[in-house]
């Protein structure tokens, strides 16, 4: 069964730091590049990082310098590291596979407000 979990998301204040996990199934994970995505309401979703399966990221500009993926493949599992966050970040945060598939977990809604 295709899934995808994330959590860690919350509310904190501009600056503040929040670090993203996402469980994968196997089928999703394993030997694939994996991405995080986000979205607010009203606009569609956006790439804003992506790891391949040996380790290598890319990121966006927005997200550059603050954000950092990383995955633990024994754990079908990636992560997102955000520093420095600011309200601009607010946003549903997703992660699926590089392209993605067609199936969505639930994301995890990260608030940056004071």
């Known amino acids: 069964q295709v899934q995808l979990v994330e959590s860690g998301g919350g509310l904190v204040q501009p600056g503040g730091s929040l670090r993203l996990s996402c469980a994968a199934s196997?089928?999703?994970?394993?030997?694939?590049?994996m991405g995080w995505y986000r979205q607010v309401p009203g606009k569609e979703r956006e790439l804003i990082t992506s790891?391949?399966?040996?380790?290598?990221?890319n990121y966006t500009d927005s997200v550059k310098g603050r954000f950092t993926i990383s995955r633990d493949n024994g754990k079908n599992t990636v992560y997102l590291q955000m520093n420095s966050l600011k309200p601009e970040d607010t946003a549903v945060y997703y992660c699926?596979?590089?392209?993605?598939?067609?199936?969505w977990g639930q994301g995890t809604q990260v608030t940056i407000s004071s």
């Open positions: 196997g089928s999703i994970f394993s030997f694939n590049a």
């Open positions: 790891i391949s399966s040996g380790g290598f990221p």
């Open positions: 699926n596979r590089f392209p993605p598939i067609r199936s």
